[in-house]
């Protein structure tokens, strides 16, 4: 006689879940690795593990309509005879044209300039679009060196070597043929159609020695007046710090494993680097010890969504923030009321699986002529002014409630954490306690 369990609810595995049974089925069904884009979407230690004190008997509030909360920060004072002033604390990142459209590189330039702040290019390349609209513009120098020309690097406001991003540190940039148009193949002088791997480290340079020297030559180029940042994924951030100030960077971006990217392998996105509460304490850690926390800057990146991330990161010691995919979805991008044309594609709307194949519905991730006619560009800079506005004001509110009249004063002091992990990552005492699990190290 066969033994049957009574019948009881059925449970799936935690380790085989949904998820994991569908990746093995389908990597067993094409022998091909997935690649999507998007940051880690696994639950990471972040800035909800932290909260804000506000203000008690020993601390005194400023009042929220009436007295004034400063914004401002000027990047790259260390060296350049024109440093970047900004209006508020928060950026927008490089991202490839080629992975963007045109129409949205534009509106990224409108809402960065409405807002006071800066826009960055990416891979790919310098566009008209983005030149003009950007009243401050960071140009990135990557390791594919993708459109890259001296012309540019002078017609841009600041610099930005690229070592690494957060979402892959140690890999290199992809993007599938079905984006690669005439313009865009023109512009990286390589064939139209053709999958794209950018190389993952620079051709002309190895180490710490070798960037110092390219520092220099980039400093030449643009006749020391344009600050010069250099972006490193969060993998090692203490060293990278040390060893980007030693080199001479003016500023430090230093972009957690929550970044975004346009496209990139499954496996990398979610197991390769840390996430991005991790690498602020050992960043700043790292500028103290060489007597230059905020002389030269530290920008963090990966995941800030709102006001609340913007207060916390600052309190932590960073100088700004920058922000991809946030942008994105100000823009217009994964928008709920594009979902039967996600669905189409296979996905759904807040996914964000669909940057890397060119088809995407809101007009932004794309080369398509009929998609890219869905985004307005004016409209969509608006509404990119607008989000930042919003992120402004609630870092504001919160700096006020804890008594500073500028968001570079908020202090690891005015933060508690919820969890363990996120005391022992950002340096501040678990709630409830005075306990900072592991300080004295990290
Ligand atoms: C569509 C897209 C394209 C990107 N292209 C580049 C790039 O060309 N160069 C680069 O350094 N980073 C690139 N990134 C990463 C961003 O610069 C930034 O590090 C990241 O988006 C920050 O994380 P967040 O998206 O969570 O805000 C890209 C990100 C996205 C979403």
Redesign the pocket.
């Known amino acids: 006689m066969t033994y049957r369990n009574p019948p009881t609810t059925p449970r799936k595995s935690a380790t085989f879940d949904d998820y994991t049974l569908s990746e093995i089925r389908r990597a067993a069904a094409t022998g091909i690795y997935d690649i999507r884009?998007?940051?880690a979407k696994r639950k990471l230690p972040h800035f909800d593990d932290l909260l804000v004190l506000g203000a008690s008997i020993s601390r005194y509030p400023l009042e929220g309509y009436r007295e004034r909360c400063d914004t401002g920060v000027v990047l790259g004072s260390r060296h350049a005879k024109k440093p970047i002033e900004l209006k508020i604390p928060i950026t927008i990142?490089?991202?490839?044209f080629g992975?963007?459209s045109g129409p949205a590189k534009e509106a990224l330039g409108r809402g960065a300039t409405l807002s006071g702040t800066s826009t960055?290019t990416?891979?790919?390349g310098m566009t008209e679009e983005e030149r003009g609209h950007s009243k401050t513009l960071v140009y990135?120098y990557?390791p594919s060196r993708y459109g890259m020309n001296p012309r540019d690097l002078r017609r841009a406001d600041a610099i930005?070597i690229?070592i690494g991003?957060?979402?892959k540190p140690g890999g290199g940039?992809m993007l599938l043929g079905q984006k690669i148009s005439d313009r865009v193949a023109e512009m990286r002088t390589l064939p139209k159609g053709i999958d794209q791997r950018s190389a993952s480290r620079h051709p002309d340079w190895t180490g710490p020695d070798d960037l110092e020297i390219k520092i220099l030559e980039l400093r030449e180029i643009t006749d020391w007046e344009k600050p010069i940042y250099v972006?490193v994924g969060g993998a090692r951030p203490y060293y990278d710090t040390a060893l980007a100030v030693k080199s001479g960077a003016d500023v430090v971006v230093i972009?957690g494993m929550?970044?975004?990217?346009?496209a990139t392998q499954e496996v990398f996105i979610e197991n390769v680097g840390q996430p991005t509460l991790a690498c602020i304490r050992p960043a700043v850690q790292a500028l103290q010890d060489l007597g230059m926390h905020r002389k030269v800057q530290l920008i963090i990146?990966?995941?800030?969504r709102n006001g609340a991330d913007v207060a916390k990161a600052l309190a932590l010691g960073v100088d700004a923030v920058?922000?991809?995919?946030?942008?994105?979805v100000a823009l217009g991008d994964n928008d709920p009321r594009w979902e039967a044309d996600y669905n189409a594609l296979g996905t759904t709307a807040g996914a964000y699986d669909d940057?890397h194949e060119g088809r995407d519905p809101a007009g932004i991730?794309t080369q398509d002529p009929e998609l890219m006619k869905r985004l307005d560009p004016i409209a969509a800079g608006r509404r990119l002014a607008n989000y930042l506005k919003v992120m402004t004001l609630e870092a504001q509110t919160i700096a006020r409630a804890c008594g500073k009249n500028s968001l570079h004063n908020l202090e690891p002091e005015d933060l508690v954490a919820l969890t363990i992990e996120a005391a022992a990552m950002a340096g501040v005492p678990l709630a409830g306690t005075n306990w900072i699990p592991g300080k004295n190290g990290f």
């Open positions: 884009g998007g940051g990142a490089g991202m490839s992975s963007l960055t990416g891979d790919g990135q990557l930005e690229v991003q957060g979402a940039g972006k972009d929550q970044g975004g990217t346009a990146s990966g995941g800030i920058s922000i991809g995919t946030a942008a994105l940057w991730t």
